[in-house]
């Protein structure tokens, strides 16, 4: 009876194990998912009327339960201001690291602190430091900052089209843009970049409405994999529309949100490509603000 019981524990175990395996991605197994918890996420805004930067936490996912999306403030607002009272305009990726309980930000181009690095608790105490370019030849256009969550490095996406040699995922040191060895072709517009819960990236490259889910290595910046996205992840309106991607450790799937402002309204999904598993594909419109990046709680 002692031994049947043993046997009984030990089985569930295993089967508990090999649910956490699934769910982390790692080894190639198939991402599984929790339905009955919810998803949450932090979402970084852009106004398209006065460009100004904004943080909010969503709570829930078109296939997951009703969203609801609530300013994120300490004390004031919700606005991205310095801690001199300059309000920062497009600022382009965000993380949460929990290690130091704080949030890390990027800018690009279009800021008027453009590639900076964003530092806050409080959005309206933002502190501003210039990235540093640490691989000659790189221009910058920093976008969707990422933490590793087995490594704690930071990750984020390089844009600048007119060379491949920019088309890249780079890692910081501190405020230094460290280049991962290999670039990424000009014909990948990437506009998301997302960790697993077991440290795999990700980037959405977009084209229009739709979008390709493509691995990348860490260690080398290359494509590992690559998969269509099963549904739109945007309307109808920019060639290549900003936008979120986030990986949601609850539901095991990605979660999007795009920036367009020419456009109409902008459309939540959530979604899993046929490589890693789906095809999953759920979309509701309207019910998040104009989003640029994700960061994981």
Not at 33 to 44: F, G, H, I
Request: aromatic share 10%; glycine share 12%; with cysteine.
């Amino acid at each position: 009876m002692i031994i049947a019981v043993l046997l009984v524990i030990a089985g569930c175990k295993k089967h508990i194990n090999k649910e956490k395996d699934e769910i982390s991605g790692e080894g190639g197994r198939t991402e599984k998912s929790d339905a009955t918890c919810t998803p949450t996420m932090y979402s970084l805004v852009v106004d398209p009327g006065n460009t100004f930067s904004y943080m909010y936490k969503v709570s829930g996912s078109p296939g997951a339960g009703p969203v609801t999306q609530t300013p994120y403030f300490i004390g004031g607002t919700n606005q991205l201001i310095t801690c001199f009272g300059v309000p920062i305009t497009f600022a382009s990726g965000i993380t949460y690291d929990p290690d130091l309980d704080i949030f890390i930000g990027v800018t690009g181009d279009a800021s008027n602190f453009p590639n900076h690095i964003l530092r806050f608790t409080d959005p309206n105490c933002v502190t501003v430091t210039p990235a540093v370019i640490g691989c000659a030849g790189l221009n910058l256009d920093l976008s969707d900052i990422e933490r590793d969550p087995v490594s704690g490095n930071l990750y984020a996406i390089n844009r600048h089209p007119a060379m491949m040699f920019n088309n890249r995922i780079v890692r910081f040191d501190g405020n230094v843009v460290v280049c991962l060895p290999m670039s990424l072709p000009v014909a990948y517009h990437m506009r998301g970049l997302a960790f697993n819960c077991g440290g795999q990236p990700s980037v959405m490259d977009v084209a229009g409405t739709g979008g390709t889910i493509r691995r990348i290595n860490k260690m080398t910046g290359g494509q590992i994999a690559f998969g269509p996205y099963p549904g739109n992840i945007a309307p109808a309106g920019a060639a290549f529309p900003e936008m979120g991607l986030h990986w949601d450790c609850c539901i095991g799937r990605f979660i999007t949100a795009n920036y367009d402002p020419i456009g109409p309204i902008p459309i939540m999904t959530d979604g899993l490509p046929t490589f890693l598993g789906g095809p999953i594909y759920n979309v509701n419109a309207g019910v998040l603000r104009y989003t640029v990046d994700f960061a994981r709680p």
